[in-house]
């Protein structure tokens, strides 16, 4: 048989998460005070996240330990498999290996559980007795659903509007696991409810559920706030994907020359990603890394680096990254968990020191993608992991046209099976491009806040 | 850590199938052809079937090779996983020791692919451009779908009018994978014309879809059908799963002492049951084997054991089964994979020589059953394996009762991502229970044809 599955066995789940922080060539800028403009210390950000994350979140030690009891909810699944996707390469008819990381192996679908299971049970240790968080298009939300359902905390979800109508099998999902969902903007929040006064009929966005979501955490005391992307604590997490997937490299017997990640809040880009640019940055490896973000809502290609709150109604600190400023609301594209107005500030960061690029994808460009790799390979790509498959594609059309050999290893970060409605536009022709939204970003970016450093 | 998942290497996907019937003590009843009450052979069959597959149906070789080219299909996702549902042990504070097999990690989500890959293939092989079919819930039309695109056959799929409404996200996938899909039944055959005559409402059924498929199919020389369950080559394609779960079982250590599956044209069950039950006719296992069944469409615990048609409209032949009479039209359950009048011959036989029992569930008792175990293992099943999953609660509450330390083995065929509806509808309260439906089963059964043997 020709190999397209590389398994590693359950012992050889990492034991520790990979921080590249003490491996960048230049520190990443700190994070802002939003009334003084001061670095951040760690109880500023007590009333929001248990003690052990905030830890995890200013670390410099490169290797982070992965307790146990995590580990043993990650055995299920992980590691993951690493596919060759081989019928895809015939239907290209090009020269290159692709080779994929496919974490929609997960109970909950997705990448996301890898960090849903570390928050939920620092949380449960340090005695929160209940999360709350925002959720897209409802990958991060049922993951954290399900890691509290394991882990006996209650879950509460703001669902952005368009994904919470889009999407009802996702709410019903985190349900099912016994979590409680609104739509965002709702009217059990001053954030919602500013927003709807000015915007009666808003499609949300996470920067507007994260409000909410942050809100409601920091008035009870017995509540946290976890979120499902762009902070450096959950990226952490994230890096068991890229630490598995060397070891199933080398098992394949090639290196990439390419890796490839869609972009929303950074995280399933640098869960496979950071390992690899670690082996750069120490001159082992020279692949390109390529950031893939919705042409509609574009922060790596078009957005600024600068400090920027993370949410819409600006309770957050404020952290430097790319962004196309945090008043934008992104259209309503299909791939809800790219609708993100920044960008983690790791990854910006990495964007600016030239250590990786980004590309912009446009929405039907994505679909085509999915459909061509759902009927090689089987799997229904997610509507945000059919951009990785989108560049995945090009980067191998490109290896064809050079008649260049080549190796693109890619995340696909979730199956679609909770995304057909996307699909069914696609089929019947409902879903559209959109331009580059430049008069609102420019408005969005005109309001940020000064910041000097 | 606890030991949560067996896996077995890739070269572990078993060479061969295995074939119950040489090791049967009494051979099954012959298949007779409608119009001669005679024992039909080969040729009968050709204008549905490839001749590879009429050969696997009545063959009695105990092992069939499995081409090359089927197990490096298998290969992306087989051998399937073996758990152990520790979470779920300690939520029902049960002494027993509770695993699964677990098909759901199949591309289209279940088991299917297993027989819908073998079936494509061999129909490319013998020069088939079309497979023409009939779908429940959804689960086979998506299976069949797939291995099309896989192997460059086009796919038609007659999907069951009540499924069709309520999985449009199955529908959409099915779409996705390049198929053509119809609502059961359709106008576009002669049965459906004559069933929607009669009820202009219809919500269809298995019984009637197969007939659309079967007329199909049979009308064009360039076109075969292809079935999900029922037949005996189906049945064989999945032991694959039983084959894998007796060297996952002893990976374990353990020996089961129930094995649970849900039945509704038997073969998911027979997947896992027969090798098991290959092993209580050899005296090596005192395994209780347990089938269970819908209780609003319950062939196997209320039908009759007798001569039947296998589609409503009586296109197909005779087959000795478990019945519910082939005209009736069971009620519109969300297990929509479950609702088919007769079961499997091999299915019904072993039934009949007492190496099996079953048990009827009842919808509500189905989805809550599902529900909690979606709680404890983060899995959401499809609402037909939500039938196994009460059955094999059934079994752990009975062994905690008994005090008794117990093995059990279920097959958990598939998740329910793409029958997230009938949660929805479970949490509304919009799910009833259906009284067996004896008057109208009686009437089906009383015109059943004379068949003297």
Chains 1, 2 share one sequence.
């Not at 590389?6 to 700190?30: F, G, H, K």
């Not at 016994?178 to 006064?197: F, K, N, Q, Y």
């Not at 017997?253 to 640019?277: E, K, Q, Y």
């Not at 970060?413 to 089929?427: R, T, V």
Request: aromatic content about 8%.
């Amino acid at each position: 048989m020709e190999s397209i599955k590389y398994l590693l066995a359950e012992d050889r789940i990492p034991r520790a998460w990979y921080n590249i922080t003490p491996d960048l060539p230049v520190p990443p800028a700190p994070v802002l005070h939003p009334g003084t403009h001061q670095p951040v210390g760690p109880d500023d950000l007590a009333p929001l996240f248990p003690m052990s994350v905030i830890l995890q979140e200013v670390s410099n030690e490169p290797r982070i330990e992965i307790p146990e009891e995590v580990r043993q909810v990650y055995a299920q699944w992980r590691p993951t498999p690493l596919f060759r996707a081989r019928r895809l390469e015939k239907m290209l008819d090009t020269p290159a290996r692709i080779y994929y990381k496919y974490e929609g192996v997960s109970p909950a679908g997705s990448h996301k559980p890898n960090t849903a299971v570390a928050q939920a049970y620092y949380n449960k240790k340090e005695g929160t007795r209940r999360l709350v968080t925002e959720t897209g298009a409802g990958q991060w939300g049922s993951s954290l659903a399900m890691a509290c359902a394991f882990f006996g905390i209650e879950c509460k979800v703001f669902m952005v509007r368009v994904s919470y109508d889009q999407k009802p099998y996702r709410r019903a999902l985190m349900e099912a696991f016994g979590a409680t969902v609104a739509p965002s903007p709702s009217r059990e929040t001053d954030s919602g409810r500013a927003i709807l006064a000015e915007h009666p009929h808003s499609t949300g966005s996470l920067g507007i559920a994260i409000s909410e979501a942050v809100e409601v955490a920091a008035k009870d005391p017995h509540s946290k706030y976890a979120l499902g992307s762009v902070l450096n604590h959950v990226l952490l997490h994230q890096t068991v994907i890229g630490l598995e997937a060397l070891e199933q490299m080398e098992m394949a017997g090639d290196d990439p020359d390419v890796i490839v990640g869609c972009t929303g809040g950074g995280s399933n880009f640098a869960g496979l990603a950071f390992p690899f640019v670690g082996r750069k940055i120490k001159g082992k490896s020279k692949a390109r890394v390529v950031a893939v973000e919705p042409a509609a809502c574009p922060s790596l290609t078009k957005g600024r680096f600068t400090y920027d709150f993370g949410d819409t109604a600006h309770l957050t600190p404020l952290v430097k990254m790319y962004t196309l400023g945090s008043i934008f609301v992104p259209p309503g594209i299909h791939a809800g968990g790219l609708r993100y107005h920044g960008m983690s500030p790791l990854v910006s960061h990495l964007l600016d020191l030239g250590l990786i690029e980004a590309i912009a994808v446009q929405q039907l460009d994505a679909f085509a993608a999915g459909v061509q790799f759902a009927r090689a390979e089987g799997i229904i790509p997610a509507p945000e992991a059919n951009h990785a498959v989108a560049g995945a594609i090009r980067e191998a059309l490109r290896a064809k046209q050079e008649g260049a050999s080549r190796v693109i290893l890619f995340n696909l970060c979730g199956h679609g099976h909770f995304d057909m409605q996307a699909y069914i536009d696609y089929h019947a022709g409902k879903l559209q491009n959109y331009d580059y939204p430049a008069d609102e970003v420019a408005m969005a970016l005109a309001g940020l806040p000064a910041v000097e450093v």
